[in-house]
């Protein structure tokens, strides 16, 4: 079973490719926090997750201090929304993408050309949009830079290609191809993501790292896949193969909890979920999380939010008219952070 790919089901990404160029050195862009994308997004969202696939050429990513280099076939992921600088060389102008987010995000995907005459790079840029408490979990074990490279093997290089080529039918108007780079986009940040757990180091610990152990791992995708099941601990040790005490430890060293503390806690972020975007009664939600009781969901959910659900359903984003009581009978089965450097700087230090 497959802890990530059972987790990303629950958080349903969407995705878009926004930006194709060739940059010739030298270059530099200076992009802005991902929240200030979701005014120009057909998206309720609460998180956006930047990527740049660099698919010729070179350069770096930065924030603050730190620099990420760069080379043809990496994919680099910005997973907290951090703002960042993006170039190839010592440009004398600093492009600042922010005035022209709403123009490149609602546009099409024509080839732009920009920078100066030297070394080419040829750049896609897309974004994620998901629900930020939903994959908070993956999110929490995440560095502010992500850099893997596809070329390792075929699968990368299929992919990129995959990714290429729908880009390209994109800037000619193919029917379709803007549905088909978007849904690349989906498939570009779980392959990101399993790249990376891959060359994780020993002793790392968080949840990523839990999913690539066999015995946490087994567990997550148990419990993912099947929250609302009556779980115990003897069940889910059973489910992974060792005993209590094994399980308990290995969650604490991988995620700092107990194995029913982050059911818990997984079953509470699905329902608070469900309350904002649904108009399904709060027995139902109770029920679809695995409780048969509102009274224990309600005093559960106020643990977690602080507030009942209906309360939290009230003060969340709108959502369509709610099934009248009646029917909740028969509802439930029985069982800026912009870089603290002045672009100048910035640029100077550009290599």
Request: charged share 20%; hydrophobic share 40%.
């Amino acid at each position: 079973m497959d802890a990530l790919s059972e987790l990303l089901r629950a958080v349903k990404l969407s995705g878009a490719v926004f930006f194709n160029a060739v940059c010739r050195a030298p270059w530099c862009f200076l992009t802005p926090q991902s929240k200030r994308y979701s005014a120009h997004v057909a998206t309720e969202a609460s998180h956006i997750i930047v990527f740049h696939l660099f698919s010729e050429g070179r350069g770096y990513v930065r924030i603050g201090e730190e620099t990420t280099p760069l080379v043809a076939g990496d994919i680099v992921m910005l997973p907290h929304g951090d703002g960042h600088y993006m170039g190839n060389g010592n440009p004398g102008e600093i492009i600042d993408a922010e005035p022209r987010l709403a123009e490149l995000l609602r546009g099409k995907l024509e080839l732009m050309h920009v920078g100066g005459d030297g070394e080419a790079t040829h750049l896609v840029c897309g974004y994620l949009a998901c629900e930020e408490r939903l994959i908070q979990p993956v999110l929490a074990g995440l560095p502010r830079v992500v850099r893997v490279h596809l070329r390792s093997d075929a699968a990368g290089i299929w992919l990129e290609n995959s990714i290429r080529h729908a880009v390209t039918a994109a800037v000619s108007n193919a029917p379709g191809a803007g549905v088909v780079a978007a849904r690349l986009a989906e498939v570009l940040f779980a392959e990101t993501l399993r790249r990376y757990l891959l060359q994780l180091p020993e002793g790392r610990a968080g949840w990523l790292a839990g999913a690539g152990d066999p015995t946490v791992g087994r567990s997550l995708a148990a419990l993912h896949r099947r929250p609302a099941d009556p779980w115990t601990l003897d069940a889910l040790a059973q489910e992974a193969g060792v005993s209590r005490s094994v399980l308990t430890e290995r969650f604490a060293r991988y995620l700092g909890k107990s194995p029913m503390a982050y059911l818990t806690d997984w079953r509470m972020e699905l329902a608070a979920e469900a309350l904002r975007t649904t108009s399904r009664s709060v027995m139902r939600v109770a029920c679809d999380v695995g409780y048969e009781s509102e009274a224990a969901f309600n005093r559960a959910f106020k643990r977690h939010f602080g507030v009942p659900p209906a309360q939290y359903r009230r003060t969340a984003r709108p959502v369509p008219e709610r099934a009248s009581p009646a029917s909740r009978l028969a509802e439930c089965p029985t069982v800026d952070s912009t870089p603290a450097e002045g672009r100048s700087s910035i640029a100077a230090q550009a290599k």
